[in-house]
């Protein structure tokens, strides 16, 4: 079996691509208009093509910066910016997985404890449906740990954020009774 996985970075790519490469061929998908700013979207894009290129994983990469289409399908839906976001880029994967020919397709999304699991899951079923190519999941969330050790221990640029503008406020931009906090 063929799998196109969506990947978002370099450290996230870790455990994922190491557990479906036991069981199947794997190559990575590189499409994440969501980061914000430029400069982050390429620090990403930069490690996770130095740790593919290191460890032989296929790489396709999206090099378009769609920012304003992210940020049009987000503005006055904040609350539901992670909706988006996830349909975004898992129906571009399989979009992409369909044309190149792959069985299925997943993401990298699914290691972190910090994405919202179960809609990526039913967003990924979804759209699969919808695009005529399997979704496959996997909770790859047991590896998260032990992937961010190596990640660290490779050297690999680590983020602070999800990626987008709205995440990065809520990161470095805390607020106490309407405003900020220093």
Known sequence: MRVLLHTCCGPCSIHPVE?????????????????HPYTEWKARRDALAGYAAGIGLA???DDRYLLEEFIRGVVHRESER??????????????TAREKGFDA?????????????DL??????VIAGQEGVPFLYRDFRPGY??????????????????????SEKDRYCRTRNGGITK
């Open 82 to 95: 992670c909706s988006f976001c996830y349909a975004l880029r898992l129906r571009q994967t399989a979009q």
């Open 19 to 35: 557990a479906l490469k036991s069981e199947m061929e794997v190559a990575g998908y590189f499409f994440n208009p969501n980061i």
């Open 120 to 125: 990526i899951r039913e967003t990924g079923e």
């Open 145 to 166: 740990r032990e992937a961010t050790a190596r990640s660290r221990e490779l050297g690999l640029y680590r983020q602070k954020y999800c990626g987008c503008i709205y």
């Open 105 to 117: 397709f997943s993401s990298t999304l699914l290691v972190s404890p910090y994405q919202k699991h």
């Open 59 to 61: 790489m396709i990469y």
